[in-house]
């Protein structure tokens, strides 16, 4: 049999990428299909204004009404096997079920997003470029598959958490604009989850992983890194990377119309063609686009004309700076430039998706679900496990009906699926979302994913009966004899006996046993 043109574009994408994957047996059939369903995808949308998609990325939905093929690639650690994800029906939402079925009992780490244009630009494990990344030969690490639980169109879904240190690229792409050509780009993200390191970026960028001068990249930036551009308020910013250049409108610094944007989910927007360019956003729950920019290209040379390169890069720059994080559930590239018209009709599309990130329970041990978590000894059976205002510490204090309402939410955990064991749990603080309970140097505190291969097994703990024949204790899946512990209000990992203070035999079991209750906020 003939290799077809689009398998071999596969074949050399992930092997450029480094990635193990290149020979999923779920690889090669990440092609749109024929096959018809009512409605409209974003695709659909950019189709028929003469715009088409050239890439489209997802772990939420199809982007095409007829799409029928696998949105995502895991590989479970278990085994290293790897499985593809695909959606409930034709260009339906993602089987967030399949994942959970495969990867119980482990942990999983999405391998590849798969091209639903039919182009092949797939996205796999970014390879070393200017910047090493932390992974073996200097590759980028692969996202936990668990970090982002969302709801899209009522069903249960997971987008791709970038933590500093990792990254997807593909540097052999088909289609995707280069010099000067025109070219359009979305991405929802999450807009609560940001920082200041460069960068996190979804779109165009240098095919040789390295800065290659002005103008040589054309990507959607969002944080609040002041280094090169920013806008109004304190981000962050929906900015344009153009390599060596974060640029919030035509001048090189501030551009006061580029506001701060923290909607939970957000659509971001940027695209270019000669001597134009624009910045577009808007909450992508509900209303409409802004433009935040729209005119002529930087006033800086070497920005006019582009120099774009064409390939595609996801949570990184176009040099593999690695610095940078933030959340992503779909985004595309097209071939044009899309009018705003467009846009809009895709942002409308978007809303209707229904993103949520509202919890699916509460008072359970139940992934989704929001629980407060109560001290069963004697001395404190009116306190209860928070985070300090004053610090990232752990510790417990007395909550009730009239605390304040920062107390009440401080004391409020959303119980997630265990990132580095599903069977166990991981609980994210309910008032700072991807800051995550997690022990250091045995002591308790919230912290965001640094991105280190540690950070799951240290967020992770496997409930169990309570030491004290109440409730249930908490155990380390990394340390499996000690469990979270408060002492003199603190709050720790703790053995029923060591060499630290609070591994003191006195109360432990009372002190390791937890009441699992409705939560405060």
Same mark, same amino acid.
């Given at each position: 049999?003939?290799?077809?043109?689009?398998?071999?574009?596969?074949?050399?994408?992930?092997?450029?990428? @480094?990635?193990? =994957?290149?020979?999923?047996?779920?690889?090669?059939?990440?092609?749109?299909?024929?096959?018809?369903?009512?409605?409209?995808?974003?695709?659909?949308?950019?189709?028929?204004?003469?715009?088409?998609?050239?890439?489209?990325?997802? +772990?939420?939905?199809?982007?095409?009404?007829?799409?029928?093929?696998?949105?995502?690639?895991?590989?479970?650690?278990?085994?290293?096997?790897?499985?593809?994800?695909?959606?409930?029906?034709?260009?339906?939402?993602?089987?967030?079920?399949?994942?959970?079925?495969?990867?119980?009992?482990?942990?999983?780490?999405? +391998?590849?997003?798969?091209?639903?244009?039919?182009? @092949?630009?797939?996205?796999?494990?970014?390879?070393?470029?200017?910047?090493?990344?932390?992974?073996?030969?200097?590759?980028?690490?692969? #996202?936990?598959?668990?970090?982002?639980?969302?709801?899209?169109?009522?069903?249960?879904?997971?987008?791709?958490?970038?933590?500093? *240190?990792?990254?997807?690229?593909?540097?052999?792409?088909?289609?995707?604009?280069?010099?000067?050509?025109?070219?359009?780009?979305?991405?929802?993200?999450?807009?609560?989850?940001? !920082?200041?390191?460069?960068?996190?970026?979804?779109? !165009?960028?240098?095919?040789?992983?390295?800065?290659?001068?002005?103008?040589?990249?054309? #990507?959607?930036?969002?944080?609040?890194?002041?280094?090169?551009?920013?806008?109004?308020?304190?981000?962050?910013?929906?900015?344009?990377?153009?390599?060596?250049? $974060?640029?919030?409108?035509?001048?090189?610094?501030?551009?006061?119309?580029?506001?701060?944007?923290?909607?939970?989910?957000?659509?971001?927007?940027?695209?270019? @063609?000669?001597?134009?360019?624009?910045?577009?956003?808007?909450?992508?729950?509900?209303?409409?686009?802004?433009?935040?920019?729209?005119?002529?290209?930087?006033?800086?040379?070497?920005?006019?004309?582009?120099?774009?390169? @064409?390939?595609?890069?996801?949570?990184?720059?176009?040099? /593999?700076?690695?610095? *940078?994080?933030?959340?992503?559930?779909?985004?595309?590239?097209?071939?044009?430039?899309?009018?705003? #018209?467009?846009?809009?009709?895709?942002?409308? /599309?978007?809303?209707?998706?229904?993103?949520?990130?509202?919890?699916?329970? +509460?008072?359970?041990?139940?992934?989704?679900?929001?629980?407060?978590?109560?001290?069963?000894? *004697?001395?404190?059976?009116?306190?209860? $496990?928070?985070?300090?205002?004053?610090?990232?510490?752990?510790?417990?204090?007395? =909550?009730?009906?009239?605390?304040?309402?920062?107390?009440?939410?401080?004391?409020?955990?959303?119980?997630?699926?265990?990132?580095?064991?599903?069977?166990?749990?991981?609980?994210?603080?309910?008032?700072?979302?991807?800051?995550?309970?997690?022990?250091?140097?045995?002591?308790?505190?919230?912290?965001?994913?640094?991105?280190?291969?540690?950070?799951?097994?240290?967020?992770?703990?496997?409930?169990?009966?309570?030491?004290?024949?109440?409730? !249930?204790?908490?155990?380390?899946?990394?340390?499996?004899?000690?469990?979270?512990?408060?002492?003199?209000?603190?709050?720790? $990992?703790?053995?029923?006996?060591?060499?630290?203070?609070?591994?003191? +035999?006195?109360?432990?079991?009372?002190?390791?046993?937890?009441?699992?209750?409705?939560?405060?906020?």
């Amino acid at each position: 049999m003939i290799e077809q043109p689009w398998i071999r574009r596969v074949r050399r994408a992930l092997f450029a990428a @480094g990635g193990t =994957v290149a020979l999923a047996a779920g690889l090669l059939t990440a092609t749109a299909t024929a096959s018809q369903t009512a409605g409209q995808g974003p695709c659909d949308i950019y189709a028929a204004g003469g715009t088409p998609c050239v890439a489209a990325h997802s +772990t939420t939905r199809a982007l095409y009404a007829a799409y029928d093929g696998p949105l995502y690639q895991v590989r479970r650690a278990s085994d290293n096997t790897v499985k593809d994800i695909g959606a409930l029906s034709t260009g339906g939402y993602a089987n967030a079920a399949a994942q959970d079925s495969f990867c119980a009992g482990t942990s999983c780490v999405i +391998t590849v997003i798969y091209d639903e244009s039919g182009k @092949g630009n797939h996205l796999a494990q970014a390879p070393r470029g200017h910047f090493p990344g932390p992974a073996a030969g200097g590759s980028d690490n692969l #996202a936990n598959a668990f970090e982002a639980p969302v709801t899209a169109g009522g069903h249960k879904a997971y987008g791709v958490y970038v933590a500093p *240190g990792t990254g997807y690229r593909n540097n052999h792409t088909a289609g995707i604009a280069t010099g000067d050509q025109p070219e359009g780009m979305y991405a929802i993200l999450d807009g609560t989850h940001f !920082n200041g390191g460069c960068c996190f970026d979804y779109g !165009n960028a240098e095919t040789t992983g390295n800065d290659d001068g002005n103008g040589t990249m054309e #990507a959607i930036y969002f944080g609040n890194n002041k280094g090169w551009g920013y806008g109004s308020g304190n981000g962050p910013w929906v900015m344009a990377d153009l390599e060596n250049g $974060l640029f919030s409108g035509v001048n090189q610094h501030f551009n006061a119309n580029d506001p701060s944007v923290d909607n939970r989910f957000l659509t971001a927007m940027v695209k270019g @063609g000669s001597n134009q360019w624009a910045i577009r956003g808007g909450n992508a729950q509900s209303g409409s686009l802004s433009t935040y920019y729209s005119g002529v290209r930087p006033n800086l040379s070497g920005y006019n004309p582009m120099k774009k390169q @064409g390939a595609i890069i996801l949570g990184i720059g176009g040099d /593999n700076s690695i610095s *940078g994080a933030g959340t992503f559930y779909e985004g595309v590239m097209t071939s044009g430039y899309p009018s705003d #018209a467009t846009e809009n009709a895709v942002q409308a /599309n978007i809303t209707a998706v229904g993103y949520s990130s509202a919890p699916t329970g +509460t008072g359970t041990l139940t992934p989704g679900s929001r629980v407060s978590l109560q001290a069963t000894t *004697g001395c404190c059976t009116s306190h209860y $496990l928070r985070h300090d205002d004053a610090d990232n510490k752990v510790v417990i204090s007395a =909550v009730n009906s009239s605390s304040p309402a920062t107390d009440k939410a401080d004391a409020t955990w959303i119980v997630r699926a265990g990132l580095a064991n599903t069977s166990c749990l991981t609980f994210e603080s309910a008032n700072v979302p991807g800051r995550f309970l997690r022990h250091y140097a045995y002591e308790l505190n919230v912290s965001a994913d640094d991105g280190g291969g540690a950070f799951a097994q240290d967020a992770t703990f496997c409930p169990t009966p309570g030491n004290s024949g109440v409730g !249930n204790s908490f155990r380390s899946v990394n340390y499996p004899t000690k469990y979270i512990r408060h002492y003199n209000f603190a709050a720790y $990992l703790a053995g029923n006996g060591g060499s630290n203070a609070w591994d003191s +035999t006195s109360s432990w079991a009372q002190d390791t046993s937890w009441l699992t209750a409705s939560p405060w906020s």
